[in-house]
């Protein structure tokens, strides 16, 4: 019995691996790219993948823009729990219906970064720069007119809202996630305070644990170590792995990235239907401040979702477990009936 159990597992999980759609990567350059400090790049690589076939449709076309998280990188949607969930057969962004494209941003995964050689001498993007380049990127490299849809996670649920305000009118429906239309202040800005500091003097594991601390969530961390051994084994391991793979530059830019964002004072900019998703334990964007209960007013077409604490909220995490928030996800966008996608 127990070994067609096992072999019963093993096929349910090769059968959802064998619906993981394919992505195809490359790079799109932007020659002498001017940055908003007033630096240059000569030339400003931005790495991407995209799954599905673009297509025209009645109001645009059925692309949709994915975006990554600090320090995160394309590489955080390609698996089970959001790629298996979302573009799969029958998923809400079901690839052989969607266009999508996730880029690496400025600065992460593999799209032109401090440590490939020009270290401190990078420019000093900033999200207005990411945005930029974000658009760049469809327009000129993809021929991407109008959009389908705009999501992202953390950093980028906050280009989501960038994108609702400089261009109104290039998406039919907007998704941020794990995020707020704020300035950073408060607890928010002084944990990446810290983090600039810890990694200006190269000390890239004070670094790593404060960022390990503001991704956390309490019941799953206390699942993954019970018992106060399991969390001395479980943190080493996690420290080991997470500062080995780390680098303080590309990290520091990638903070720092967020010192001017603010989209707050143009909110009513944004026309199309916003779903703003957050989750009661994050802790970068806790509830209790109630930033997006007076930000969502502004919002003409917005709503906002904040979901509850539970056995399967990940913290700020929680915006890659699509399968959580997949069923409110999927009711906004078909209540969006005014754009037409071929089938």
């Known amino acids: 019995m127990r070994y067609f159990t096992a072999l019963a597992l093993l096929l349910v999980a090769v059968a959802a691996h064998a619906q993981a759609p394919k992505a195809v990567e490359a790079d799109f350059v932007v020659k002498d790219f001017h940055f908003r400090s007033g630096e240059v790049l000569p030339e400003a690589r931005i790495h991407y993948a995209t799954i599905g076939t673009l297509r025209k449709t009645e109001h645009g076309t059925n692309a949709v823009l994915v975006l990554h998280g600090t320090g995160g990188s394309l590489q955080q949607f390609l698996n089970d729990r959001f790629a298996g969930v ?66 992202g996670t ?51 594991a004070a670094a790593v644990q404060v960022l390990l601390i503001v991704g956390s969530a309490p019941l799953q961390w206390q699942k993954s170590a019970p018992t106060r051994d399991d969390a001395d084994r479980w943190i080493t391991e996690l420290m080991r792995t997470r500062v080995a793979a780390t680098d303080a530059d590309d990290l520091l830019y990638a903070i720092e990235s967020s010192r001017d964002y603010d989209p707050s004072p ?45 056995e399967n909220t990940h913290g700020h995490s929680t915006h890659t477990w699509a399968a959580v928030w997949e069923k409110p996800f999927r009711e906004f966008l078909e209540a969006q009936t005014r754009v037409s996608v071929p089938h």
């Open 86 to 151: 979302l573009f799969a057969p029958g998923g809400v962004l079901d690839a052989s219906r969607y266009f999508i494209v996730i880029p690496d941003n400025i600065g992460h995964g593999k799209s032109s970064k401090p440590s490939d050689g020009l270290r401190a001498k990078f420019p000093h993007y900033d999200y207005d720069d990411m945005v930029e380049l974000q658009h760049r990127l469809l327009v000129d490299g993809l021929g991407v007119d109008h959009l389908h849809l705009v999501m």
């Open 266 to 310: 143009q909110l009513e900019r944004i026309t199309a239907p916003l779903l703003a998703i957050n989750s009661a334990d994050d802790f970068i964007n806790p509830p209790e401040l109630g930033i997006m209960e007076t930000a969502i007013k502004r919002v003409k077409r917005g709503r906002y979702l904040l979901l509850p604490v539970s």
């Open 154 to 204: 953390s950093m980028g649920g906050m280009h989501t809202w960038m994108w609702g305000e400089r261009w109104p009118e290039a998406a039919d429906a907007l998704v941020p996630l794990a995020s707020a239309p704020a300035q950073i202040a408060g607890r928010n800005r002084v944990w990446r305070k810290m983090m600039i500091d810890d990694l200006q003097r190269n000390d890239v």
